[in-house]
């Protein structure tokens, strides 16, 4: 995937990542979308309990995935599971190591319940 163009920034201990330029990406029901400028999104939120395995910090290889990610649960594009494995591939296309993915994946899967709002 192309770099993503956004401001990096601390809101009070929080990450926060602000798009300066559009995304387009297809979504895990196979749709075009656009994430426009201006969108918010906190990139890969890691719990604490993950962070010997994966580092909390924005990486490039992880943050369009992780933007995309964030967008595809706050809209329920798809299915939740169709959004994990689509994350998971783009973690992999876009350079993270395989064993981290599969790490993410796992914690997308376990953490993310609550965000999407039901069991798919």
Not at 4 to 23: A, H, P, W
Not at 39 to 46: C, I, K, R
Not at 67 to 86: L, N, S, V
Not at 103 to 111: M, Q
């Amino acid at each position: 995937m192309d770099k993503v163009k956004c401001e990096i920034y601390d809101d009070n201990g929080k990450t926060v990542i602000r798009l300066t330029k559009s995304i387009i990406f297809v979504g895990n029901d196979g749709r075009k979308y656009i994430i426009p400028e201006g969108y918010v999104s906190d990139g890969a939120s890691v719990p604490r309990f993950f962070w010997r395995i994966l580092s909390p910090c924005i990486d490039g290889r992880t943050l369009p995935g992780s933007i995309i990610h964030d967008f595809e649960y706050k809209h329920k594009i798809g299915t939740r599971k169709g959004a994990d494995k689509d994350y998971y591939r783009r973690l992999v296309a876009d350079g993270y190591p395989r064993i981290k993915a599969a790490a993410t994946y796992i914690g997308v899967r376990i953490g993310g319940r609550k965000h999407w709002g039901d069991e798919k």
